[in-house]
């Protein structure tokens, strides 16, 4: 029995979410149970996912392959664990099971019933299998696939609230969304109709053959890929939805929206960039110079933009425009130290931003206000809120023994190996700008005076996942050991398959 | 200019794409009633689905069934008209959910007129 | 009265193209179409349905209940066929691999577990399709 577990572990991390999620509406009456199943979906994710984490870094990085219904490519689709899909595995069950475990009792009262809160529920789930499938899926329809039940899903939490913002925001996010996955599936489309294959390998390998017969159709691929996947992820002057849409959604769902929702576009990203179009190809379109470009633009817009913003939400919707810009920084750079860096990046990122808006939800809802001119001395009354903002705030600016730090190191070094000295002094101007808008915030909510207000600390299923979030950021920082192997090791990978 | 003239008359089906494509991407982006945005993304997305299938069809072959008299016959592509399927359920999906937006959109500002809306909510702030 | 013929010409008409349905989903292996195909004129029946006897005569034939249910437990209908191949030790969604007879090629039967796949898909589409086009007319009234 365990052993017909443990062979089917790569397909279970997929459809055990997706489908209790289909399951959950029948309970709807029942939240006690619907809360439970989810919490209980997550911990078997998290022992999962790290189960199939530990064998990748056991077996040194040889990849478990899974053929559904026992077809191999290129007749089936394939699953492919390898570092890079077990490292993005344990990144979204690492974040989400904390998420859910902040919307226990917390939920009702913000989207209003418990109706709401199944209907909620369900795109919850629906949205953690799609980020699943995306980190294990190496077959390209399937990454339009499960790029359109996160956007819905994705849409969905947006629209949660009873709110005409919320609907607003959404439909907005909507349009672009979906113009987005037309241009995605178009790329794909390009690339299936000169190579003839879907599955990552073998489309890598005909590429290889036939580029030079159809070069301005590789042009058109990438290009629709990434004007894609860049409005998807909300790179620079594509985010016009994001920062609408995080600050409407309620803080569960900005939370996973800005710390996984975002990310997993950019795995599948990555993973067509240098699984199907290699480091050869990238270097022969000068695909990595437009990536390090828009990357650069797009970290001192979105810090700036931030700057600007007052309503706290707002503020770290936009800090999310920014981070993204580090993660296609890297992603330009194609050496070992520079993806090392973004996929690090993209965890404490994600790790980090959910811990921020989570913090800032218990904020919103114990006291009601929503700019950050108005919390002063928050953190005298909300000790342990605060503290888990303070760690965020510090991780996200990179500031030594917190996670933030070590993803940007191995960033500035990659930016060095490249030779772009450029890009090295915006890293650094990024993290300035970073403590900029972050700290202004600490300052108020600690050496202001206090109202006389009667604020506290949220409940105790909200303390423990705010304070594993924190932990999270703080281990990451410290002891980095087996996550930096396996980011490491996929970077690695990502470069050996040109 | 002939091998032009000829390149395009037989990819045909790829150029009638594009133009719908353009059509429906200019519509999403210029149109500020919803409906209209709505009907854009539907064109845009059939442009790519028309692509795709173009893509697997060989002129003059057979449906992908096997045909007992004549196995060997040349048959057109099943896989691309098969992922469309997936494509327009999934278009099918976005609509259906940009329709209950809109429903709701117009609850609360009484209008589906996206420039409006945004006019309403500069008053209100 | 006006709509007298519409009524007579629905009564007539809608089971057969319920039944065209159905066809579709089981023979989605053989001939073109499937369950997606299929479940769609049958969502399209209950939908003509309640748009020419009126919101209420369709409400009470599909009840709200009833395609929770059966949207729920078609999607887990489709994971349960697939979980037989984990159980006889071979992939998720295995068909010849788990051991199914597949028949004789062309035949009906031939498919294996992929007609009882479409049956969940098919039915899952209706009751989608059905559920959509009551939310949407029950949010305007």
Redesign the interface.
Known sequence: MTA?IKA?LP?FVV?APL?VA?????FARRIRLVESLVIAVGVLGLLGTGYLASLILIEKGIPII?????WSAPWGIELRVDSLGAFFLLVVAGVSLPVALFGVDNLTHEVGGSAQTTRFYVLYLLLSGALAGMAVTSDL?NV??LV?VAT?SC??LV?ARNH??A??A??NY??LA??G??LI??GI?FL??ITGH?NMGLASQELGRVWRDYPHVVWMAASFLLVGFGVKAALFPLHVWLPDAHSTAPSPASAILSGLGVKGYMICFTKVLYNVFGTTLMREFAMHRILVLLGMIAIIAGSILALAQDELKRRLAFSTVAQVGYVFLGLGFANASGLTGTLFHMASHAVIKSGLFLAVGAIITTTGKHRISEMAGIGKKMPITMAVFTIGSLGLAGIPLFSGFIGKWYLLSGSLEAGGSLAAVVIIAGSVLCAAYLFPMIRIAYFEPAPVEDWQDPGVPQRIALVLLAAGVVILGVLPGPFLELAKGAALELLGSM | MRILLDKLIINYPYFAAVIL?II??LT?LTRSN?FK??IG?NI??S??FL??IA?GNIRGGAVPILDEANPRAPYINP??SA?ML??IV?SI??TA??LA??I??YQ??GTTDARR?AEM?REVT | MRDFVLKRVAALLLPFIQMYGLYVIFHGHVSPGGSFAGGIVVGLAFIAFATIYGLERGRAKVPEKAT??V???G??WY?LM?MI???K?????????AGIDLGELGALSSGGLISLIGLGVGIRVASTMVALFFTMMEDES
């Open positions: 017909t089917n397909v459809i489908f289909f399951v959950l509406p029948t899974y053929s559904m219904g026992g329809f339009f696939v359109e819905l849409c969905g629209s005409p913002r609907a607003e959404a439909f909507l349009i979906t113009l996955s037309a599936l178009g489309g299936y109709i879907l | 494509f429906g991407a999403v919803l945005k709505l993304i845009m997305e442009a790519i692509m795709f893509a896989v691309p992922l997936t494509g999934v999906s976005v959910f940009a937006l809109i709701r959109l609360s500002y809306i909510k | 929770t249910l949207e729920s437990y999607t887990l994971g697939g191949g984990i159980f030790g071979a992939p998720f969604l295995a068909n010849k691999l």
